[in-house]
């Protein structure tokens, strides 16, 4: 133990986080944005803030959207000018499909060890198996280079115990670089003039 402030002891070792993430090194890679559901823009315009900051300049935007496997190419050329329109830079745009389908058994069986012991062994619900699902694409479209992942933030609702939402949470940010989860409240917070 080291001895920093004489009423407190810090450990010197064991430091159970990776500390090089909070260094002044500038991060070089992607900001990576999940803009699946219409908050108002909030889920887009606060990672392209950053990216304009001195900090995170060395990064770009990649945007993922949701869309449907029949109009992938449609949805990313709207995508695209919307962005555009909205005067946001960013390196790419992908169409993320597939978020309605079952999620992986290896997906599942991490799940349980997150899973509030209230449930026991009940049928999981659609929406559980959705967050488990995007938790799997997040973690297949995640490279090296992400720095910072910006996802919409589930809605917690009165009738989901506390316990369920939390593991939600842990399963879909399990195992991946920093994420930010924030919601914006369906009031516009990007607008734009033709």
């Not at 407190?8 to 260094?23: C, G, I, L, W």
């Not at 992908?94 to 309605?100: A, F, R, S, T």
């Amino acid at each position: 133990m080291a001895v920093i402030n004489p009423r407190v002891e810090t450990p010197t070792s064991d430091v159970p986080f990776e500390t090089h993430r909070f260094t002044d090194v500038k991060p070089k890679g992607t900001i990576d944005v999940y803009w699946l559901s219409d908050d108002g823009g909030l889920s887009i315009l606060v990672p392209y803030l950053l990216s304009q900051s001195k900090f995170w300049s060395g990064t770009s935007l990649r945007v993922f959207a949701y869309g449907k496997a029949g109009e992938m190419g449609q949805e990313k050329v709207r995508m695209a000018s919307l962005l555009h329109k909205f005067r946001i830079e960013f390196a790419s745009v992908e169409i993320v499909v597939g978020l309605d389908g079952d999620p992986s058994p290896e997906s599942l069986e991490d799940y349980m060890k997150y899973k509030p012991e209230e449930e026991g062994e009940v049928e999981l619900d659609a929406k559980t198996k959705q967050y488990i699902r995007m938790g799997e694409l997040l973690r297949e479209k995640t490279t090296a280079l992400t720095q910072l992942i910006v996802i919409t933030l589930p809605v917690p609702r009165d009738s989901c115990p506390a316990l369920k939402y939390m593991s939600w949470l842990e399963v879909m940010s399990n195992s991946l670089p920093p994420i930010l989860m924030l919601r914006g409240n369906q009031q516009d917070a990007l607008t734009f003039y033709c």
